[in-house]
């Protein structure tokens, strides 16, 4: 009888365990290793923005594979986004035409029952606090180190994929392989986790199925809502100059930058202070890289293309990763090498697309969504989105409720971000919204 072929993933995280869920179904014999201990047994350490926004193409991901009922138990939908001006006002901005949302949900209890459901499986294997030391390409094999018995052993597997984030061991191996591209890229920004704590018997303070911002130009705050009613909010701000972290010294400054800039949200967070100075002050990255693969080793998920936060898709493009590489491994399975050159081929442009609309995301997200001239362009947008005359699309639904491939949605974002700034200039245009002149426009644009 042909044994099973056998798959290795270095990390437990979120795409290594639902990349798991998918090779056991293949019929492969899978081995996890992770250098953290078991999540499930000693918790999840918080503190590092623990809340993700899960949206159609994670769902896609998680629906082919039958666990996504299992999943939305512990998602909350989130219709649009609540925009907090600084002088306590609010506006409401939804996220799609049909009533469409993203999903809140903790990373910590996704990757949870993500290793759980993929647990249960007699073929699938996880090796906590061990971790890929190093890899010898010629050989195909990797070397694993066990940080509780400090034992080393190796490994060879037909396919070896890492999904050990974006400071992943396996990348840093293929660094130094002759004309491997490596490229990483800090903004000037960090980010610090707080918390608006539930309310009374668990409800909630503020609009419960939406993402809340506090836009303030050069910095801002957003907040996700929690299931015990609670919501985790995460500040970016610079880590030097005005308005920036290496101002927030001391509990005074911290407390009036909160009372001058977020009013209405430091009298829901009884633990700022605390929260503040506890939890760390993170940085933000941007990884690329190429190729993904060498011999039978291959990258996903952060580990080939990590991203800033600000369009919500780190982890929605890692779950993605996984369906297309299972779409791949039926038709190329017996040919790993071919297997993983196709697979990097489709989708190393698509990670580059995302990872420039999540750059500039947060230009909108900090900026913009408070600005006048961009709420009106928002506002003519909806306008072309809702009529009957015009079958239009948004860059931001083909991203977050399609699954349709990123470079495209970036292509179509060009070409709308022209088109709404000549419509912008239409007066009264919510009365000439059929006339040739606006059909023209939308036209020569799409």
Not at 51 to 75: H, M, P, Q, V, Y
Not at 112 to 127: P, R, S, T, Y
Not at 154 to 169: E, Q, W
Not at 356 to 362: G, P, R, S, V
């Amino acid at each position: 009888m042909e044994s099973k072929k056998s798959i290795s993933i270095m990390g437990a995280g979120l795409v290594g365990s639902l990349m798991a869920c998918y090779m056991q179904k293949r019929g492969l014999k899978v081995n996890v290793y992770e250098s953290r201990g078991d999540m499930r047994k000693q918790g999840y350490v918080g503190g590092r923005s623990i809340n993700l926004a899960l949206s159609t193409r994670g769902w896609t991901a998680l629906e082919k594979i039958g666990i996504d009922e299992d999943i939305k138990k512990i998602a909350i939908p989130m219709f649009g986004r609540v925009i907090h001006q600084k002088d306590g006002s609010t506006d409401y901005q939804p996220y799609g035409k049909e009533n469409e949302a993203i999903y809140s949900v903790s990373r910590g209890d996704l990757n949870k029952k993500l290793i759980e459901l993929a647990d249960q499986f007699e073929d699938v294997h996880f090796n906590f606090n061990s971790f890929c030391q190093s890899i010898n390409f010629e050989k195909n094999e990797a070397e694993i180190l066990n940080t509780e018995t400090k034992s080393n052993f190796k490994i060879s597997d037909d396919i070896v994929i890492g999904t050990d984030g974006a400071f992943s061991r396996v990348r840093e191996s293929m660094q130094k392989l002759p004309r491997f591209n490596y490229d990483q890229y800090y903004i000037n920004y960090g980010y610090k986790e707080l918390t608006i704590p539930a309310g009374p018997n668990g409800s909630y303070l503020i609009e419960k199925e939406a993402l809340h911002i506090w836009p303030r130009g050069e910095f801002m705050m957003i907040a996700l809502p929690n299931m015990d009613g609670s919501f985790t909010c995460t500040l970016f701000v610079p880590f030097e100059g005005e308005n920036a972290f290496d101002d927030l010294t001391d509990e005074q400054k911290v407390k009036d930058y909160f009372e001058y800039h977020f009013p209405d949200a430091i009298q829901l967070m009884p633990t700022l202070i605390e929260d503040f100075f506890k939890n760390p002050t993170s940085a933000l990255v941007t990884v690329r890289c190429y190729p993904w693969h060498k011999n039978n080793f291959g990258i996903m998920g952060d580990a080939s293309h990590a991203i800033v936060p600000f369009f919500g898709q780190g982890m929605n493009c890692g779950f993605e990763d996984v369906r297309i590489f299972d779409e791949l491994y039926g038709k190329f399975g017996d040919n790993t090498e071919t297997l993983l050159n196709h697979f990097e081929l489709s989708r190393k442009e698509n990670a580059d697309a995302i990872a420039q609309m999540a750059l500039d995301n947060f230009i909108e997200m900090r900026d913009l969504v408070g600005d006048k001239n961009f709420l009106r362009k928002k506002h003519i947008e909806h306008l072309i989105m809702e009529h009957p005359s015009y079958n239009y699309t948004s860059m931001y639904q083909y991203v977050s409720f399609s699954n349709e491939p990123y470079a495209f949605a970036y292509q179509v974002g060009q070409k709308q971000t022209k088109m709404l700034e000549a419509l912008s200039k239409i007066e009264n245009i919510e009365s000439k919204i059929d006339t040739e002149e606006v059909k023209q426009i939308v036209s020569s644009h799409l």
